[in-house]
């Protein structure tokens, strides 16, 4: 699978330039949180496997990346996202052995058929009692979903710049840019609407009246 490396400093201009305040160490010339080095992510699979796909009025974020350690021990303690714009409900999708027990797989919402097995999945790689050894690598999906739309002005089949964070077992952070490709899904057919008028009470038949439709039945 080809690996495709983003330029983190880049993408957080172009957030930058969408509108939506970011810090950029290099801009400020304050060092990053974790050493540099200290880790090395790569998103991988290129635009055809990372996502943010709009259904039903929200999103779906789904981001392909690689952890590799470079320090003794690291554990991530949880991951977060960035974009142009502010998430005000965003969650990461729960691991499903956590709800119930089981091991099926991460459900993409809104998405029918769109699942990926547990062991393809980060989202319970953030756990500070996981850690990885100098060398010692995680690789797989981040699956995560927001109750809100892409904003208008991001046209479909646009890569939409993005960073993930990620927290180490110390509170420390490191920013690694991506790019998602936007996927607007069609809006469900509006149904018309209806009034009182359209389907009346029905109006009592007095005695003589009821008599005559009995004799029509017959």
Excluded at 35 to 51: D, H, K, W
Excluded at 120 to 134: E, M
Excluded at 161 to 167: K, L, N, R, T
Excluded at 196 to 214: C, K, Q
Aim: glycine residues 8%.
């Amino acid at each position: 699978m080809k690996k495709e490396n983003y330029d983190s400093l880049a993408i957080a201009r172009r957030i930058c330039a969408a509108g939506r305040p970011i810090h950029i160490a290099e801009d400020e010339g304050v060092p990053a949180s974790l050493p540099a080095g200290s880790l090395i992510v790569r998103q991988t699979g290129g635009m055809m496997e990372s996502f943010a796909i709009e259904a039903q009025g929200g999103t779906s974020f789904i981001i392909s990346l690689a952890i590799t350690s470079k320090i003794p021990r690291f554990a991530i303690a949880r991951f977060g996202l960035e974009l142009p714009w502010t998430l005000d409900y965003f969650y990461w999708i729960e691991d499903p052995f956590q709800v119930d027990g089981t091991l099926r797989p991460y459900r993409v919402p809104n998405e029918k058929g769109l699942d990926f097995e547990r062991s393809r999945v980060l989202n319970h790689q953030a756990d500070i009692t996981r850690t990885l050894s100098r060398g010692h690598s995680r690789e797989g999906f981040l699956i995560g979903y927001a109750f809100e739309p892409v904003p208008e002005d991001f046209r479909t089949g646009m890569m939409l710049p993005a960073f993930v964070i990620i927290y180490d077992q110390f509170g420390a952070m490191l920013q690694t840019g991506v790019e998602l490709h936007l996927v607007r899904r069609p809006k469900p057919a509006s149904q018309p609407k209806t009034s009182l008028l359209d389907h009346p009470d029905p109006v009592p038949m007095v005695g003589s009246e009821r008599r005559r439709f009995a004799m029509a039945l017959c």
